[in-house]
Structure formats: C-alpha cells, structure tokens
Nanobody
Framework: QVHLVESGGGLVQAGGSLRLSCAAP????????MGWFRQAPGKEREFVAV????????LYTDSVKGRFTIFRDNAKNTVYLQMNSLKPEDTAVYYC?????????????????????WGQGTQVTVSS
C-alpha cells in the first residue's frame, strides 16, 4: 500500500511558476513509476507527465513539453512537478499517481487506470 500526499498548488499569474510535490510518508516508491495527471472542471482526467523507476525515463504530454519537468528524490520518497511559464489552460486539480514498475510502462503511462495508487489532488489556478 502506498499513501501519496500532494502539496504545492495555489494561485499564480500566467507566466509564473509552481512546484508540486508528491510524498509517500512512511513508505517508499523507489521501484514505482510515478505520474502526474490533472483534471479541469467538466473534463476527464488527463496525463501530464511520468517518471519511470527504470532509468528515470520521462514522458510528457505535448502541451507541457518544455515548460514542465518531472523529477524524483528517492531518498526523500518524493516526486516533483516543476511547472514554468504557466498558462490559464493549466488550471486544474493535479493528482499524483504511482504504479509498480512494469516493463511495458511506456505504453501504459498515459492511462489513468494503469495506476493503482493516487493522491488526493492539489488545486492549481492560473490567472490571466
């Protein structure tokens, strides 16, 4: 069982930055693939980024490439999402997700149902 706790959300102006954190207090996800998803009001949950345990490979949705960076600190049991050049369309609740590493991670990374463990979400609001 992995318990995930997100933090770092808030209100920021367009062009600003935020860093989201996802911690697993009392646990470890060093052998887990860690993903970030987001859900805007009235929309489905969508993939944002993933950091795979194997080799630290990363994958991003096209709309955040060059602006967002996902990275992890296994010693702190924490994965981060650094968000720069934020846009109003980035406004959403951001969720952290974890799944034990599988060799077919690349083909599954964008699918919410591929992840077993989820955090409670943190709100990000970008004003224009």
């Amino acid at each position: 069982q992995v318990h995930l706790v997100e933090s770092g959300g808030g209100l920021v102006q367009a062009g600003g930055s935020l860093r989201l954190s996802c911690a697993a207090p009392g646990g470890t996800f060093s052998s887990y693939d860690m993903g970030w998803f987001r859900q805007a009001p009235g929309k489905e949950r969508e993939f944002v980024a993933v950091n795979s345990w194997r080799g630290g490979s990363t994958l991003y949705t096209d709309s955040v490439k060059g602006r967002f960076t996902i990275f992890r600190d296994n010693a702190k049991n924490t994965v981060y999402l650094q968000m720069n050049s934020l846009k109003p369309e980035d406004t959403a609740v951001y969720y952290c997700a974890a799944e034990p590493y599988r060799s077919d991670w690349y083909g599954r990374a964008r699918i919410p149902n591929a992840y077993t463990y989820w955090g409670q979400g943190t709100q990000v609001t970008v004003s224009s």
